[in-house]
């Protein structure tokens, strides 16, 4: 009998340790936000990311009450930045930026200091931005179907431009390459000036680049935009075909943004972060902004964005694959 009401006993502490638990993240949730949101951007002040998480951020705050701050914390491939969010408390008060990065960091680096989907919460996608394969404007090549034809008449002869090994811009134009089953080489530089003056210069035939810094040098006819990769044609460049429709059927790549928190976040919470997100991704003045920076608004549900992010990690690890490219 006292061996029974020992065991009866102890399962109602736990049971009440449970409620308690229960209680005090109902409690979190009810009085959430009670202070201001951090959300740690891994991306320098002044670029399409930080100015899309600024623009989002301040709709955000509105609609919660608290101020939203942008903790800037660039470099490193964006590892620095995601391992700070994964490590902090998971309060719904620290939240990170999350990108194309930390979709490819999960195959390109041998370990990583977090795992980019049991580490964190997806709590909502943001936005979509294109990628463009141009060209000098005195360059052979009028459009993509020449280049294509040039290249495989010409093999091994191709260049293809990109920023650094690893980035969104390198691996679609590891992308590019395999799905046009061109024999052309990759040549990755240090930045986008870089890969500019060598485009200028005759170095590399053309560079696949994120549309927004190169978008002034086509329309003011220094570069010739031959395709993007998204999938459907830019409202900035409405005359420029897609790679799909340009003899490409299978380079569809753009690059994104969205909002994750530490793992073990409240439910509660990432449902109102969500909301909030959401409501300010269509809001009339926020969706402008955006479209100004060439960004294409992308409401989600927590779960298409967690399922968003498991499918681009499959996706530019099998990239990483083909291309060969050695982990880090």
């Known amino acids: 009998m006292q061996v029974r009401r020992f065991w009866l006993s102890c399962c109602l502490a736990v049971a009440a340790t449970g409620l308690c638990g229960l209680a005090a993240l109902t409690a979190h949730a009810q009085s959430y936000p009670a202070k201001p949101l951090r959300i740690v951007v891994p991306f320098g002040a002044g670029g399409v990311a930080d100015l899309t998480a600024r623009t989002v951020a301040q709709k955000m705050s509105e609609g919660l009450g608290q101020s939203v701050v942008i903790d800037n914390r660039p470099g490193a491939g964006g590892i620095v930045a995601a391992e700070m969010v994964a490590k902090s408390e998971p309060d719904g008060y620290t939240l990170l930026l999350m990108s194309n990065a930390n979709a490819v960091s999960a195959g390109l680096f041998k ?77 990755p530089f240090n930045g986008t000036p870089a890969v500019m003056t060598a485009l200028r210069g005759g170095q590399i ?53 969205g909002l994750g928190a530490p793992a073990k976040t409240p439910k509660a919470v990432v449902d109102r972060l969500n909301k909030e997100i959401n409501v300010a991704l269509q809001n009339p003045a926020v969706r402008q902004k955006l479209l100004d920076l060439n960004v294409e608004p992308h409401p989600s549900t927590v779960v298409q964005a967690h399922d968003w992010l498991e499918t681009e990690i499959k996706r530019w690890g099998d990239v990483i694959q083909r291309a060969g490219i050695q982990k880090q």
Do not use: C, Y
């Not at 000098?136 to 650094?164: C, H, M, V």
């Open 205 to 257: 035939d053309v560079a696949v680049e994120v549309l927004s810094p190169v978008l002034p040098q086509i329309k003011g006819g220094a570069l010739r935009a031959l395709a993007v990769t998204g999938q459907k044609r830019n409202m900035a460049l409405p005359q420029v075909p897609t790679a799909k429709e340009a003899g490409v059927p299978n380079l569809v790549s753009s690059s994104w943004n």
């Open 111 to 187: 370990s990583l200091p977090f795992d980019p989907i049991k580490d964190f919460t997806s709590v909502s996608l943001m936005g979509t931005f294109d990628l463009a394969i141009v060209t000098s404007a005195e360059s052979r090549f009028q459009s993509l179907s020449e280049l294509l034809a040039w290249a495989k008449a010409n093999p091994g002869k191709l260049n293809i431009g990109s920023i650094n090994i690893g980035s969104t811009q390198h691996l679609t134009a590891e992308l590019f390459k395999s799905a046009a089953g061109l024999d052309a080489q990759v040549v």
